[in-house]
């Protein structure tokens, strides 16, 4: 039996399988009659395989999108088919709290680096001072250790030869303590001569009689002689003028009365100067505070630093001159925010940082009163804007009058003061007139003066009599034994303590021109060190806390992870959700994926990656479109008492009327093994 070339075509599942069957009992069974002589084979069929399988339609992309952490949620920026980018903000929590934490670690970062900066330049500075006076002050230190040894070496008597000695100058101390013992010698001769004179004596046990101490005691015997005569001319002068009469006694206690009117006018006049400038200066000085407390309460609420017109303006006027509302520009509704924070507005007088500050970042934000009638309205832990500045502006009045009265009136009252001086200067004139015309032709002493210089005169005989004075002769001999001790040191010198004391001197010397010689000091080098490191360690906690804080307030939104529409949104603002709710759905349409349904075990082995398939849309009968087979799973599924597997195909078109899981079959046909035989 001759048979001709058949063409088999095998599909998916058991029709090709009772195809398949069929071609290999004709080859076997073949024709009974045929006479086959000899072994031949000859090709009888080509066996086509197709592949078919059920599908769907899916976004190249999607996502179900879901928060990370828990919350209320705040607020949804997108709607249901909006198209987004990657990266887009779709949806935000509550963030006040992150917010500020974000804010206050940007602070602190830039606190600690400013810091760092302050800390660079400080420790650069000491040690370019360091390298500048260090040279400086071992070459002193070198001085100061030649001069201790030297002084050491003089002291301890180990005078060494100028060859033998590192600073041979021991000899200018020398001249020092020969010096010293000349001065105390003749300090000791001093203090021995005013003992004796003291004592009214030439001579004493122990103290030489000299010619100084003769000469003072003939003195004090003329002085005693001398003082007796004046005491008897005194007593005469006394006498003679106790005679003047009634009216020059009156004449002179008019003149005595003139002088002390004029020192009292003059006095009052020192003093009305006084006042006066007092008075100025401390109206000045409340003017002046009062000024400067001005300044601060507008700085402090507006952050207003006045100008020198502005400062003489009440607060109403300067309110309208600005433009300024109180009650508008404390309200926290008008502040306009840049990441978190009220920027200044340059167009305005005040500054909106400022007021920002006091409205959310002061301890007594939601206590700030813009404007009350008085401080009645004010209740603990508040505080009233236009109240403080009312109230420091009365006070800035109240102290520029104080500074026109003092000014006004200071003059006045020396003016008066001056007027009393010339009056009383023309009465001491008049009574000065009046007692020369008493005196004239009189040359008598008066009663007062001799009665004083007879008073003088006893009291400096009685001195001279009433000889030797213990508290003197005392005070003498101390400072006569002070001197016998001074000299008595010098000449015991050097003695252990002076020895042990330069030597001090001359190890601190040596240890300090060893220690500047050396260079740095390497515990100054280790505290500058330990400070950069701290400075450092605070850059970087305030850099982690920064990235901390960002990552936390990134945890608040929910951003597109890659561009596409938004298919659904699942939740309402104000709604709390956690990260197992599902916000929204977003989906990749730009372009179209093939995902297979039931593609069972026996057409799998069939399809590769890479192979071109047809598909075809049951909504859409007429159109045919070409895939490539991108992935196929490696695990098979149960699906209704058959394994079938899943093969993801990637359409090589695309057309808008395609729409998400849209049905759809995929099919691949190929020439697959031809069949022979053999004869």
Known sequence: ??????????????????????????????????????????????????????????????????????????????????????????????????????????????????????????????????????????????????????????????????????????????AIQDEALADAQAGLEQAQEDYLIALGESSTAGIPETSDTLANLASRT???????????????????????????????????????????????????????????????????????????????????????????????????EWDLDLDEAFNRSNLAYVNGIAPDDPSTRWNEFTVFAWLYLHPLAGSVLPTCADTLDIQLGQACVNREIEDVWDSHLDAQDGLNTAVAD????????????????????????ELAQVQAGRSQISVDHAE?????????????????????????????????????????????????????????????????????DPFDEARRDALLAEARAAVDVAESNLEIATIALADTELRAPFGGTVTAVDVNAGEEIGPSDVVMRLADVSRWEIETDDLDELSVVNLREDDIVTVKFDALPGLDMQGTVVSISKFGKQKQGAITYTARISLDGFDERLRWNMTATISKTEAGTELSRVR
């Not at 100067?273 to 407390?293: C, H, P």
């Not at 009252?413 to 010339?422: P, S």
């Not at 034994?481 to 030597?503: S, T």
Request: aromatic content about 4%; proline content about 3%.
């Open 410 to 433: 200071g003059p006045s009252a020396v003016a008066k003061a001056e007027n009393a001086i010339f009056d009383t200067d023309q009465a001491l004139t008049d009574a000065e007139n």
């Open 452 to 520: 004083g210089e007879l008073a003088e005169a006893l009291a400096e005989r009685d001195d001279l009599l009433n000889f030797p004075d213990p508290i003197v002769v005392a005070q003498t001999k101390a400072k006569m034994l002070a001197a016998e001790a001074r000299l008595n040191d010098l000449l015991d010198w050097p003695n252990a303590f002076e020895i042990a004391l330069a030597r001090g001197e001359f190890n601190r010397a040596e240890s300090r021109y060893a220690r500047l010689s050396a260079g740095p």
């Open 1 to 174: 039996m001759k048979l001709n070339k058949v063409v088999v075509m095998l599909g998916g599942g058991a029709a090709a399988a009772i195809a398949l069957a069929v071609v290999v009992l004709i080859l076997v069974l073949g024709d009974d009659d045929a006479d086959i002589t000899e072994e031949a084979a000859t090709p009888i069929a080509t066996v086509l395989i197709s592949v078919t399988a059920d599908a769907v339609v899916l976004p190249i992309q999607s996502a179900d999108l879901s928060m990370t952490k828990s919350g209320i949620l705040r607020e949804i920026l997108v709607s249901e088919s909006q198209v987004v980018s990657e990266g887009d903000v779709l949806a935000r929590l509550d963030n006040g709290r992150e917010l500020s934490a974000f804010s206050k670690t940007q602070t602190d970062l830039a606190i600690a680096r400013s810091k760092l900066a302050r800390q660079n330049a400080t420790i650069a500075k000491e040690r370019q001072d360091e390298a500048e006076t260090l040279p400086i002050d071992a070459e002193l230190a070198g001085l100061e250790l030649r001069d201790a040894e030297a002084n050491f070496l003089h002291v301890s008597g180990a005078q060494l030869a100028p060859r033998d000695s590192l600073f041979p100058e021991w000899t200018k101390f020398k």
């Open 222 to 320: 003329l002085d005693i002689a001398h003082a007796e005569f004046a005491v008897l001319r005194a007593e005469v002068d006394v006498k003679e003028a106790r005679k003047l009469g009634d009216v020059l006694q009156d004449t002179i206690n008019d003149v005595t009365a003139a002088g002390n009117d004029l020192d009292n006018a003059r006095l009052n006049l020192e003093a009305a100067k006084a006042r006066s400038a007092l008075g100025i200066r401390a109206a000045q000085k409340v003017a002046d505070d009062a000024e400067d407390n001005l300044r601060d309460r507008y700085l402090k609420w507006l952050g207003v630093d006045l100008t020198g017109e502005e400062i003489t303006k009440d607060p109403e006027t300067l309110y309208r």
